[in-house]
């Protein structure tokens, strides 16, 4: 089933050069292909939205102050099973509890800056893309 997820390389990520490496794992997964792409410098207003669920726990303002600390790359990912596919080559919230071999498993050691973000269901998917991008939706 072919499905488009929403996928953010966060501010670690481009920082630390690691962008080519994570869409490198991305583009080797057979059939996927990437549909959108931008390095951008995300808005507080549009987390906000994005991460609204988080609201009021504890990590949520320095979690807001992180991702805008600098560009993140902004995708949207389309391939069969691609929502599940994505949450498994990221890996676990926490890079330490993240196997190796998974984004967050092989770069990651703490747990606000791990790396990327994938949408975790269908219905997140569709509304995150539309955040994002709100011409593909
Ligand atoms: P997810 O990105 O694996 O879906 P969520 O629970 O949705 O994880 O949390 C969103 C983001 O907030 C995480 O990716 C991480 O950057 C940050 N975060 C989540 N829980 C914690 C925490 O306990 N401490 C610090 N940061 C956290
Ligand atoms: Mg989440």
Redesign the pocket.
Known sequence: MSQRTLVLLKPDAVRRGLVGEIIGRIEAKAGWSIAALELRTLEKATLETH?AE?EGKP?YPP?MEFMVSGPSVVLVVEGERVIEGMRTLSG??DPIAAAPGSIRGDFGSI??E?LI?AS?SEESAEREIKIFFPSQA
């Open positions: 991460y988080h990590f979690l676990p919230t747990v606000r791990n973000h975790d």
